[in-house]
């Protein structure tokens, strides 16, 4: 029974130093990609206040969120959840570049306070990238690229990209008027993908004409974008222009990648609604071949989430769980360098040496001769010199 105080709670994982080392040339090839595309790095607290935290549309996160009182302060604090909320106050509140275009990237652990094993570790490494200050498809489709090009930057290929508009199904509700109950009822049924409630539920609800029809097709309009685009003319065209504008920029989005991405498959669901706290229009994602059931990357347009920090920029990014995609990932190359090994004693001559060889090569202190594995070389002195002699 002793020895359980030595383990760490479910979802919760040391990693020991091949996976550390995997974790960190891995981190380093997402964050270089970053930095090339022109974004920022930022590197937000661990914990903060839950004023700030758990504001606007991450209202959501707070049944995941774990939180302790300050002892400075009485206030109360939380470890963030995600790190997004935490990018969205940043931008309002400190860089406060309002008539500009932010590029922003991060990385770092984040806490929940439930495991779910089906949604991998419960302290994810979240790397991400977001932009804020455009509401146009532009911004959207350089965002998804970079979600690709930095699944490919990990060795992943043969990529499905996995999209889909809230506001498709939020509109559908506006103009069907339904009320608060059937709106929570309709949310969850969908993202159960309950087929016969959602029968049950669209039956019941006796609409007029093409919109008891957009309903009742609602969740055929999911596999190959092309034909679901194709299909979405007959049953969504027209019933209002914010749904136009939806289904349109979906289309160019889908347009753009099918000629600028090639081993692309690109999914459309209209029906997806992950992400209904805060996503306000496209919502995306990246699957890998072999792991059709395991989501890379996510991420989407939130242009909502820094309203409570006094500015609702248009906002959308994506983010990954490092910790939980090293499984997938080949090891990384191994790159040799030589070791040597040096006494510990207090000759400014010998620090030299260290130092001078450290920018090329391993050097690991020593306390006695029997420590050095056979045939390693080692720092001795000799004639009033550092010298290598070998074991």
Same mark, same amino acid.
């Given at each position: 029974?002793? *020895? ?11 990693? #020991? ?11 380093? *090839? ?42 400075? /302060? ?22 406060? $570049? ?12 984040? #806490?929940?306070?439930? $495991?779910?094993?089906?949604?991998? /570790? ?25 979600? #690709? ?6 060795? %992943? $290929? ?8 809230? /506001? ?36 019941? %609800? ?100 820094? /309203? ?19 499984? %997938? ?49 080692? #720092?001795?002195?000799? $004639? ?8």
């Amino acid at each position: 029974m002793q *020895q359980n105080i030595w383990f760490t709670p479910d979802g919760i994982e040391d990693l #020991l130093p091949e996976e550390a080392k995997k974790l960190e040339y891995y981190r380093r *090839q997402l964050l270089d990609g970053f930095e090339c595309s022109g974004y920022d790095l930022i590197l937000p607290p661990i914990a903060e206040y839950t004023d700030s935290l758990l504001t606007g549309t991450a209202r959501h996160l707070a049944i995941d969120t774990c939180r302790f009182p300050d002892q400075e /302060s009485g206030r109360m604090m939380g470890v963030r959840a995600d790190m997004t909320p935490q990018v969205a106050r940043i931008v309002v509140n400190r860089l406060k $570049n309002k008539d500009q275009i932010i590029r922003l990237c991060y990385f770092g652990e984040v #806490l929940k306070t439930r $495991n779910n094993k089906a949604k991998g /570790s419960r302290s994810p490494i979240q790397v991400g990238a977001e932009l804020f200050g455009h509401e146009g498809v532009e911004s959207d489709i350089e965002v998804i690229a970079l979600m #690709l090009s930095s699944i490919r930057a990990l060795g %992943l $290929n043969d990529l499905t990209l996995s999209l889909g508009h809230v /506001s498709v199904v939020e509109e559908l509700m506006r103009l069907a008027q339904l009320n608060k109950k059937q709106t929570q009822q309709l949310v969850d049924i969908l993202v159960r993908k309950a087929v016969p409630e959602y029968h049950e539920f669209t039956a019941a %609800l006796n609409l007029e004409g093409g919109l008891q029809n957009a309903f009742e097709n609602l969740l055929s309009l999911c596999g190959d974008a092309d034909d679901v685009l194709t299909k979405s003319e007959t049953l969504l065209s027209g019933l209002s222009s914010k749904m136009d504008e939806s289904v349109e920029r979906l289309k160019l989005i889908v347009g753009y990648f099918n000629v600028a991405s090639d081993l692309l498959g690109i999914h459309l669901d209209l029906a997806d609604l992950r992400g209904f706290e805060y996503h306000t229009g496209a919502i995306f994602g990246c699957y890998s071949a072999g792991q059709k059931l395991y989501m890379i990357a996510k991420g989407g347009r939130y242009d909502e989430i820094a /309203s409570d920090f006094g500015a609702a920029q248009p906002a959308t990014g994506f983010s990954l769980d490092l910790r939980s995609t090293l499984d %997938l990932l080949d090891c990384p190359p191994v790159v040799e360098k030589k070791v040597v090994y040096a006494p510990i004693e207090a000759d400014p001559e010998l620090v030299k040496e260290i130092l001078k060889l450290k920018k090329s090569i391993i050097v690991k202190r020593y306390y006695e001769l029997s420590e050095i594995p056979t045939g390693s070389e080692y #720092l001795t002195k000799q $004639n009033n010199a550092w010298q290598f002699v070998q074991k």
